[in-house]
Structure formats: structure tokens, C-alpha cells
């Protein structure tokens, strides 16, 4: 099978998670007030998953009216992925069906949009790049607790999230299953006028329960035929009509349609079905094998966003970025679909520029690393920001130059503040500028204390208090010093004394260190001519005061 991993490969990465693992998360929320909430943190934690961080993703999701058994046909998807889609994937007769929760009843069951937290790593057969897979259910639409504006975001959420969507639909496709996707042409329509990239990947109208196998026979190839009979375009038909099925054929690079036999009475009729194979009726067990299998063929569909094949990092931002949208209390026009995934595709290019910055600085000044010379570290920051803002550049971006600018210069700002810290960490790795504050302090006592020896010495004893006041200062400034360190009290007393010892360091102890190390040098090399470095410098090379 072509989207199926060689068995050698399966032991070693392709599968990676361990079968059986993962459960169901919530990754979006519906208030009893009909608000959408993103539950960044649940999110977060699948997204950087370590198997899945910064892969590219395919998402599946299956959205459609509610107790359609979305649910329960996910959970095919997981046992074949479970099991690395090895031939016996769907498994023993009487095993239950387990996974994302599915129940009979009228009563609706999933609320809101859950992802399986566990992504599943499979390569695709081009590139044999590794490819992060993950499942996505959705509450179902039409049931009488949900507004009509919840129904729609749901599906909106779904279609423009994923991959591949299957439009879970009963026993026909009809003219109002098309126009619900009038939405999406819109947005299609003008997505493709301002980068000229098919705007989704792959639609897939699931007809359960097809009844008429003897007009359009079950599977793929019924469906097409069942689909071209319903895209007809004719001159009777209505221009809206024939509008949407020529902007919905230019909006997906596959569309396609699956007729699905009726899995038996048992399971939709006896409540003590609890999923066993051998409930379900041979045909169903057929034809969602082939339905499942055929996801992952000819090759892995990837999530691309204007045209650029995204990845785990890239679509947080742009889960964010419809959340948003999708939060006004009215369905958002096209346009500003258009312009909230303009917004993520530059904010994802920025984070794509951040995470390469990050990255390549931990690997220079990291916690781990050692303490950096300051002008290395600099010169470093110089050039992974140079490269960090070519990533940034090579990311195809949608809105205009004007919008990628804004992103860019936020881009800069927020690594020049990282980069602030990443000098503060290091120059706390230099065991030498810690005591810095000691070291001056006490060096001033010894002075003072010596200075006011000599004029007892010389009889200039009265001379002596200014020296005696100084050295007493300096006394008690390190007794605070100590203090605040000892005890993190006061720390603003702390920093102040930390000021003032740098401000002695740089304008005294340094120049006369500097002086005293190129005099030592001249001596040692018979007065031969060198270069006088830069005085007054602050040792980071970016003439920039610490404090
Ligand atoms: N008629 C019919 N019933 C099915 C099919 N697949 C599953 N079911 C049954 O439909 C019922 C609902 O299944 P779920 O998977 O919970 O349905 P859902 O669409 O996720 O439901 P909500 O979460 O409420 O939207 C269960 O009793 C399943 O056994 C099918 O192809 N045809």
C-alpha cells in the first residue's frame, strides 16, 4: 500500500507512539453563552508533542450533523493507526471500538472540537519526510442546544484547519449539504485572487447509510460518479448554483465523494452494541477499511496554507488567528478570514524566525553552555539574527509588503529583547562579574585605608577623615550588599550598589587595569609600538551602559 510505512521502518520511526496510548482532548470550547475558546494549553501540549515538534502536520477531521457516527469512524482511524496500518488493522471480532467517546441515543455527544493527543508520526512516500498526523472530531451540527452561528463556526473551524475533511452526510448528498460551503468558496475566491494558491487540500463527502449501491455502486467510484451527477451545470440551474460548484472545484485540490454501506441494525438500533466487529455488517467492515486506507494514498495530505506546507509550530498561530475571528458574535465576512489568515501566515513566519533564533542561541550561550566572551556573543547575535530574519523573508507571505513589515520589525524588537537576556545569563555565568560589586568595594577600603595611613604618616592627620569617611561607606554599602544577596530582601538596594560599583569599575579600575596590562606589554616587548584598545569600554562591546 503506498501511504503505508515498509514493515522495517514501521520498528524503527515511522509509528513511534505506542498503541493504545493518547485519549481525546479538548482543544476548543463552547460557553453556555455560545462563546468559542481556544484552549491554548491542550493545544500547546499536542502540538509540541517531542515526536511532532516542528514536523509538518496532516490534519484529519470529520464534521457534519450530529449522532452521524463521526466519532465511531474515527476511531477506525485510530486503530489503523494504532497499529501501523499492518493488513489485520481493524482487528479482532470482539473487540470493542475505543478511542474518541461515541455512544448511541438521540442525544448529542461531542461538544466543542477534540484532538487526539497523541500525533502519529508516518512518512510520506516522495520525500520520506516524517509527517505529523493528527485526529480531530467536532461537535456535531443541527442538534437543539447549538445556535445556528455554532454550527457553522464548528464546521468553519474544522474545514479551514485540516487537511482532509470528510463532510460526514446521510443516505444523500442534497443541494443544502453544497450550501453550507458557500462560506469557504467566498473565501476561497478571493484567497486565490491575492496568492493565486488553491486555498484547501482535500474534501471528502461521506454519504453514510448510502441506500441505492445499484445506481452509484458503494466506495469511491459510486461517489465520484453520484458527485459529477450533482456538480452539473446546466442552464436552467440558478447563477448562485452554478457558481458554488465551479468556485467549490477551484477551492480544493481533491474533492471527492465516498458512499459508505449501512453497518447493520445492531448498530444503530441495539444499546448494548458496544462497537465488536461482529456486530457490524461485512459490507461497512469492507468499505471503511478502503475508506480509511485510501486517507493515507496515494501519499499523506499535508496542511498548506498558502501554498507553503506548514508545520506543528506554524499552525498554533493559525489556530489562534481563526479562534479569533470566529469569537464576534456574527460569522465573519470573507475578507476578514482572508485577512486573519494573512495575520497567521505572518505571525507563523515570524515564529518559524523566532524558534531558529532560540535554537541557534541556546546552542552558543545556552544554560548549559560556558560563560561567552562578550564581543563573541555579540558578533554571534549579529549573525543568527541576520540569518533568523532570512527565514523570516523566505516564508511566502500573504497581505502585502506593509503588513510582513509590521511583523518583521516585531520580529527584531522581540529578538533584541532576547537577546538582552541572553547577555544578562551569560554575564551571570562570569564568576568574576558576580564579585565585581566585592571586588571594587573592598579595593576602595584598602585604598582609602592605606591613603589615610600614609597622611597620619605625614602628619597630615585632619586630611585623613575624607579617607576614613570613604572607606566607612564603602564598609557599610558591602554589609547591605551582602545582606541583599544573603536574604533577596530589598533587591532594589542591591541593584543600586551594583550600579555604583560598575559605574567604579568601568571609569576607574578598568582604564587603569588597561593602562597597566599595555604598559606591562610595551616593557616586556622593549617599548614596541602597539594599539591602544577602546578605553571606557564596557566590556560588551556594544557601548551600551549595564545599568
Ligand atoms: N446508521 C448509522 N449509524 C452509525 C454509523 N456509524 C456509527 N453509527 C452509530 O451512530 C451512533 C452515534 O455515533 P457517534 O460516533 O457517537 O456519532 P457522532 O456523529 O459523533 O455524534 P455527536 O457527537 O453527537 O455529534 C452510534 O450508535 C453508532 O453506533 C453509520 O454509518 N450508520
Known sequence: MSGRIPTEEIMNTSFSSTPGTGQPI???????????????????????????????????????????????????????????????????????????????????????????????????????????????????????????KDCATVFALSLMISSIHVYNITQNLQEDDLQHLHLFTEYGKIALEDSHETPFQRLTFLIRDWSFPYEYSYGYEGG???????????????????????NLKKCFN?????????PGLRVCTSPEF????????????????????????????????????????????????????????????????????????????????????????????????????????????VQIMEEAIKKFDLVPKMGGESLSLKYLDELKSEMNDLYESYVKHNDSKNIFAFSRTATSLIAVMVLTYLMSGLLEWFWLGSFSFLFNFVFWTCFFLLGAWIYVKYSGEYKEIGEYIDGLADILWRRVYQPIYEQFVQHAIRAMLSYAPIQDGPSGSNGRGDGKKRN
Open 26 to 148: 479538548q482543544i476548543i470550547d463552547i460557553t453556555e453563552d455560545h462563546k468559542f475558546k481556544l484552549n491554548e494549553n491542550n493545544l500547546q501540549q499536542i502540538l509540541s508533542h517531542p515526536k511532532a515538534r516542528l514536523k509538518k502536520v496532516s490534519i484529519i477531521s470529520v464534521a457534519g450533523a450530529f449522532r452521524k457516527g463521526k466519532s465511531f469512524l474515527l476511531d477506525f482511524f485510530l486503530r489503523y493507526l494504532n497499529r501501523n496500518g499492518r493488513e489485520d488493522w481493524l482487528g479482532a471480532d470482539d473487540e470493542p471500538l475505543t478511542g474518541f467517546h461515541w455512544k448511541g441515543g438521540s442525544e448529542r455527544d461531542t461538544t466543542g472540537i477534540l484532538m487526539w493527543s497523541e500525533p502519529f508520526i508516518l512518512r510520506r512516500n516522495d520525500t520520506k519526510e516524517e509527517i505529523a498526523v493528527l485526529l480531530m472530531d467536532t461537535q456535531g451540527a443541527f442538534d437543539s442546544q447549538s445556535t445556528v
Open 224 to 246: 465520484q460518479a453520484l458527485l459529477d451527477k450533482r456538480f452539473q451545470i446546466n442552464s436552467k440551474q440558478h447563477q448562485e448554483l452554478t457558481e458554488l460548484r465551479i
Open 254 to 262: 481533491t474533492l471527492n465523494c465516498y458512499l459508505m454501506p449501512h
Open 274 to 381: 458496544d462497537g465488536k466487529l461482529k456486530d457490524i455488517e461485512l459490507d461497512f467492515k469492507n468499505y471503511v477499511k478502503k475508506f480509511v486506507e485510501a486517507q493515507f494514498q496515494p501519499n499523506l495530505t499535508v496542511k498548506q496554507i498558502n501554498g507553503r506546507e506548514i508545520t506543528t509550530l506554524e499552525l498554533f498561530e493559525y489556530f489562534r488567528a481563526y479562534c479569533r475571528i470566529f469569537e464576534a458574535d456574527e460569522l465573519p465576512e470573507p475578507k476578514s478570514m482572508l485577512l486573519a489568515t494573512a495575520e497567521a501566515n505572518n505571525l507563523a513566519a515570524k515564529a518559524i524566525a523566532k524558534e531558529f533564533y532560540m535554537n541557534a542561541m541556546e546552542q552558543h550561550c545556552g544554560g548549559d553552555r560556558p560563560y561567552m566572551h562578550p564581543h563573541h556573543l555579540q558578533a554571534s547575535n
